[in-house]
C-alpha cells in the first residue's frame, strides 16, 4: 500500500475517525504497511515491544503460552481491530504470541513514534485510553466468568461473545458462527480441555440449544443460551 491507500485504511478506525485530515497525516507518515501469511508470526511472546498493528485484512490470534507449553487464547481478532493494546508508554516485552489465522494485511505503526504524536494530540490519547478501557472491561467479564461460573455457564457466555464479535446475524434472529474456531481453540480461551468443550457442545445440540447446519457452522440463538444462564 501507498501512504493514499494506508491512510484510507486508518481513517476507517474509529480511533482516527475524528481526526483532521493532516493531523492523520502525522500517522501516515510514520506508518507501513506489511503482509503475513497464514500460520506465520507477527511477534512471539517476550520479543521487545516495538509497534502497534491495525488489521486491514485477515485474521490474528493473540495468545500466551505457559512453561509446560498450555496456550491460553487472549483474543481473535479481525479487520478493524488494533493490537496490543499494552503497547503504549511501557517498556518490556510482547506479553503473548500472534498468529495469523488468515492472510493478513495490516498497517503497522512503531510505537516510540506514535507515543510522540499521542503526547502532542491530548484528544488522540483520550481515544486510545477508552479503547483500552473495553478491552480491560472485556478481560475483567473474562476472569469474572472463569471465578463465578462453572464450566458449562463458561462456555455458554464464551459463544454468545462469540456470535457478537465474529457472527452472521440471520433474518430469524439467530446468529452463525462460522467454523473459524476449533474446539480445541474454545478451550484455550477459557482455560479448559477440548473434551470438554466437544462433550458440551454436544449435549447442547441433543438440547436444541445450538444446532449446526450442511457446513458444520454453529447455529446459535443468543436469547435462549441466555435463558440458561438464569
Known amino acids: 500500500m501507498d501512504k493514499n491507500e494506508i491512510k484510507n485504511v486508518l481513517a476507517k478506525f474509529s480511533l482516527f475517525r475524528d481526526l483532521e ?56 481478532l479481525k479487520k478493524g481491530e488494533m493490537f496490543p493494546h499494552v503497547g503504549f508508554f511501557r517498556k518490556g516485552g510482547y506479553p503473548g504470541y500472534s498468529e495469523v489465522l488468515e492472510e493478513a494485511s495490516l498497517v503497522v505503526v512503531p510505537i516510540s513514534q506514535f507515543e510522540k504524536v499521542l503526547v502532542d494530540n491530548p484528544h488522540l490519547s483520550i481515544k486510545v485510553f477508552k479503547v483500552l478501557g473495553e478491552k480491560i472491561v472485556d478481560l475483567q467479564e473474562r476472569l469474572e466468568a472463569q471465578i463465578l461460573n462453572n464450566t458449562y455457564e463458561q462456555i455458554i457466555k464464551l459463544l454468545i461473545r462469540m456470535g457478537e464479535l465474529h457472527g452472521d446475524k440471520q433474518e430469524n434472529g439467530t446468529v452463525l458462527l462460522k467454523t473459524d474456531f476449533t474446539n480445541k481453540d474454545l478451550a484455550n480461551m477459557i482455560g479448559t480441555t477440548r473434551e470438554t468443550v466437544s462433550r458440551t457442545l454436544t449435549k447442547m445440540k441433543k438440547d436444541n440449544l445450538i444446532s449446526t447446519d450442511a457446513a458444520g457452522n454453529l447455529i446459535l440463538d443468543p436469547d435462549v443460551l441466555l435463558d440458561e444462564l438464569v
Open 21 to 76: 485530515d493532516h493531523e492523520l497525516e502525522k500517522i501516515v507518515d510514520i506508518s507501513i504497511s506489511r503482509q503475513w501469511k497464514k500460520h506465520s508470526h507477527i511477534f512471539m511472546q517476550g520479543d521487545p515491544l516495538e509497534n502497534v498493528y491495525f488489521i486491514n485484512e485477515g485474521k490474528v490470534k493473540v495468545y500466551k503460552s505457559d512453561a509446560n507449553g498450555r496456550e491460553q487464547i487472549v483474543a481473535i
